[in-house]
């Protein structure tokens, strides 16, 4: 969690179908819902076009895993029942897990997703964990561009659903702009490859003064300014 607030995380963003990895991340975690006896149901979009989204693969998959596994553990045994679909609009993908538990009371809405704080044990005999979860699965959502955030009611059966959404990515044809200005080079060339790699039209200046020869009437998707401070030594004191 340390690494992501920093920012020291090293994100490997690739454009994949989000259908597919939702499919191979619920096979992936059959076991656990027969262990518990819940049904599972997964809601795709029908028709052959992808949801493609532009996100790294391994960090997506935790997120889902994440709210797969709390949704199997609140369910009722023998009689859990964790709903999942996806939908497309407004130019995001949005992922809905839906579970038949006991429900989040409204006080514990916001909290669940701070870190170290967790529900679970107050509102059931269910273990607590470690209640980093949920933090990190809105870092890593928010980090794409999305939101992560809980619809839930209490009462028997009542439910909770768990909502995350992730920008899609462009159509083939359509190439963001990004503007990065520094004055080392090496960092530039970090930034291109980075850019590149993600589909983006990257245009790079080792100077500030430089940028404004740049043609900014074009719409521009993400500027970036790298800067320095130096230190100043022996300027006269007022």
Same mark, same amino acid.
């Given at each position: 969690?340390?690494?992501?607030?920093?920012?020291?995380?090293?994100?490997?963003?690739?454009?994949?179908?989000?259908?597919?990895?939702?499919?191979?991340?619920?096979?992936?975690?059959?076991?656990?819902?027969?262990?518990?006896?819940?049904?599972?149901?997964?809601?795709?979009?029908?028709?052959?076009?992808?949801?493609?989204?532009?996100?790294?693969?391994?960090?997506?998959?935790?997120?889902?895993?994440?709210?797969?596994?709390?949704?199997?553990? $609140?369910?009722?045994?023998?009689?859990?029942?964790?709903?999942?679909?996806?939908?497309?609009?407004?130019?995001?993908?949005?992922?809905?897990?839906?579970?038949?538990?006991?429900?989040?009371?409204?006080?514990?809405?916001?909290?669940?997703? !701070?870190? $170290?704080?967790?529900?679970?044990?107050?509102?059931?005999?269910?273990?607590?964990?470690?209640?980093?979860?949920?933090?990190?699965?809105? !870092?890593?959502?928010?980090?794409?561009?999305?939101?992560?955030?809980?619809?839930?009611?209490?009462?028997?059966?009542?439910?909770?659903?768990?909502?995350?959404?992730?920008?899609?990515?462009?159509?083939?044809? !359509?190439?963001?702009?990004?503007?990065?200005?520094?004055?080392?080079?090496?960092?530039?060339?970090?930034?291109?490859?980075?850019?590149?790699?993600?589909?983006?039209?990257?245009?790079?200046?080792?100077?500030?003064?430089?940028?404004?020869?740049?043609?900014?009437?074009?719409?521009?998707?993400?500027?970036?300014?790298?800067?320095?401070?130096?230190?100043?030594?022996?300027?006269?004191?007022?």
């Amino acid at each position: 969690f340390a690494k992501l607030e920093s920012g020291r995380v090293e994100w490997e963003l690739e454009t994949l179908d989000l259908r597919d990895l939702l499919s191979d991340t619920a096979e992936s975690m059959a076991g656990l819902f027969r262990e518990r006896g819940a049904e599972f149901l997964l809601d795709l979009p029908a028709g052959d076009a992808a949801v493609q989204v532009n996100v790294d693969r391994d960090r997506t998959k935790q997120v889902f895993i994440n709210l797969l596994s709390n949704a199997v553990k $609140f369910v009722p045994t023998e009689a859990g029942l964790v709903t999942v679909t996806l939908k497309t609009g407004d130019g995001f993908a949005t992922v809905a897990v839906h579970d038949n538990g006991p429900g989040i009371p409204l006080e514990y809405q916001s909290i669940i997703f !701070e870190r $170290f704080r967790q529900g679970g044990n107050t509102m059931t005999d269910k273990p607590q964990g470690t209640g980093l979860g949920l933090p990190i699965s809105r !870092e890593i959502v928010e980090h794409f561009g999305g939101k992560l955030w809980v619809e839930s009611r209490t009462g028997d059966n009542a439910g909770s659903t768990f909502y995350f959404t992730i920008p899609l990515a462009r159509l083939v044809g !359509e190439r963001g702009r990004v503007i990065a200005v520094d004055l080392q080079p090496q960092t530039l060339r970090s930034v291109q490859r980075r850019a590149e790699r993600a589909g983006l039209q990257a245009r790079i200046q080792l100077h500030l003064c430089q940028a404004n020869a740049l043609n900014l009437h074009e719409p521009v998707d993400f500027a970036l300014a790298f800067w320095m401070v130096h230190e100043v030594r022996d300027q006269p004191r007022f």
